[in-house]
């Protein structure tokens, strides 16, 4: 079950939700029906090869120097 964000057009409300299913929510200030989901970012913890864990948000590189959005393309 996911946790999404969404804003209420109608009071202006940012807010997160947890989402049973297809269930549609309503503000929760509000009630309004009148929301949209926001795109919001992840995060993950991964393990490098020597075991240390990291911490990332989606679109972060671990390369200092890399502009790639992920190290597949690199191998690092």
Same mark, same amino acid.
């Given at each position: 079950?996911? %946790?999404? /964000?969404?804003?209420? /057009? +109608?009071?202006? &409300?940012?807010? $997160?939700?947890?989402?049973? &299913? *297809?269930e549609k929510p309503g503000c929760i200030s509000? *009630? +309004?029906?009148? %929301? *949209? !989901? !926001? ?5 993950? %913890?991964?393990?490098? !090869?020597?075991? $240390?864990?990291? !911490? =990332? ?11 790639? =959005?992920?190290?597949?393309s690199c191998g690092h």
């Open positions: 079950m996911p %946790i999404y /964000e969404y804003h209420c /057009e +109608s009071c202006g &409300r940012d807010f $997160e939700y947890l989402v049973f &299913r *297809n509000c *009630n +309004s029906s009148h %929301i *949209n !989901r !926001r795109v919001s970012a992840c995060g993950f %913890i991964s393990k490098g !090869r020597s075991g $240390e864990t990291t !911490r =990332t948000a989606a679109g972060d590189s671990s390369c200092g120097g890399c502009s790639a =959005t992920s190290c597949a």
